[in-house]
């Protein structure tokens, strides 16, 4: 594929991404932030993101299988998690994560059970989605072209 | 290194979240304010160089472990929600403290809680921003530092001064009256000069803003 081949397939996927939920507004914000001083803002904020959420869901899934579920604490855990997609744009993350501090006000187990399972499979397709984009921005890279905005 | 640091406003940042230290820093950074970044308020308030029980400690920093006035800050930003201090107790420590009271501070919250909001504003917070914190909210921190800027500006001339002669009662009075003259004509440069900043921006707001006002609850 030539340059402009690859920078439409960005484009498109890139808008995809944004029409299917997985991406809001603050994505746009923190791309808007990158720039030739630092041009790999976004990939260091998203793994960020990645190593930050796989602590949390972690600690989620310890506190969930305990005998006594301590909810203050799953619901701290999902707070952090809540903000921090909302801080990269992760629309469909931080969305369950909204049912899911909801659940723990309740105190509702079966909810909460519900809520981890859907913000694991969630997290799990933002993660592909933005490692694909990832690798569609380095292939244009690579064939000497620039990332549209 | 006192004279170079005059030049841009520096902001210390409080937030326990990565991303978020992340993004606050690349904001600040871009707005042209020299950055630092810390993950709790008992550190915000070491880099301060105040104890938790309120002493001052001389040896903080790295930069300069004589004196702790030599790394200003100009403004604290910190996030709301945090564990053990929270945004709103480092707030109260700071406004508490007589060395760091004018030191203007933003509180962050993800949170849109009218009540939270109020209680900030009265305990002296200047401004409350919603998270996700844009750009364009950074653009409200510049006239809270420059009145500051100012401020300190006077207070050192007014030390000098009471240096330089002894003042006879009648003319501590004419002094005083001098100084609050000048803090009358500050004042009002300040706000001609918050409002020309303001009615240069246009922010396209889709979510509210609070600042200088108590919401109603």
Do not use: W
């Not at chain 1, 991404?17 to 803002?41: I, V, W």
Request: glycine share 4%.
């Amino acid at each position: 594929m030539d340059v402009l081949q690859l920078q439409k397939q960005f484009v498109d996927y890139r808008a995809s991404l944004y029409h299917e939920g997985f991406l809001d507004e603050q994505f746009t914000q923190l791309q808007e932030l990158q720039d030739e001083n630092n041009p790999d803002f976004v990939v260091e904020v998203v793994s960020l993101f990645f190593e930050d959420s796989e602590r949390l869901l972690n600690e989620l899934t310890k506190a969930l299988e305990q005998q006594s579920i301590d909810f203050k604490r799953v619901d701290a855990h999902v707070h952090q998690l809540k903000g921090s997609s909302s801080s990269i744009g992760a629309q469909r993350v931080q969305k369950v994560c909204i049912a899911f501090r909801n659940y723990c006000e309740e105190q509702n187990i079966e909810g909460c059970l519900k809520c981890l399972q859907q913000v694991k499979h969630e997290y799990s397709l933002v993660k592909t989605k933005f490692e694909t984009m990832f690798q569609l921005e380095q292939q244009i890279l690579t064939a000497g072209g620039s990332i549209p905005v | 290194m006192g004279m170079a640091a005059e030049s841009q406003f520096h902001v210390l940042a409080v937030d326990d979240s990565i991303i978020d230290r992340k993004l606050i820093e690349r904001l600040l950074k871009t707005s042209s304010y020299q950055v630092t970044t810390v993950d709790s308020g008992s550190k915000a308030l070491k880099f301060l160089g105040l104890h938790e029980d309120g002493a001052t400690n001389p040896n903080t920093s790295s930069v300069s472990p004589n004196n702790h006035q030599e790394v200003e800050v100009n403004l604290v930003i910190t996030d709301y929600c945090m564990p053990g201090m929270t945004g709103y107790d480092l707030l109260k420590k700071i406004k508490e403290s007589s060395s760091l009271k004018n030191i203007p501070v933003v509180i962050m919250s993800s949170e849109n809680v009218p009540s939270r909001i109020s209680r900030c504003l009265e305990e002296g917070a200047e401004e409350f921003f919603l998270k996700p914190v844009r750009l364009s909210d950074l653009n409200k921190l510049g006239p809270h530092m420059l009145k500051t800027k100012f401020k300190d500006h006077n207070q050192k001339r007014e030390k000098q001064e009471e240096k330089a002669a002894f003042q006879s009662p009648k003319r501590q009075e004419q002094e005083e009256q001098h100084q609050h003259q000048q803090q009358l004509l500050q004042q009002q440069s300040n706000n001609n000069k918050r409002k020309d900043i303001e009615e240069g921006l246009s922010p396209e707001r889709t979510r509210p803003r609070y600042s200088g006002i108590t919401a109603a609850v």
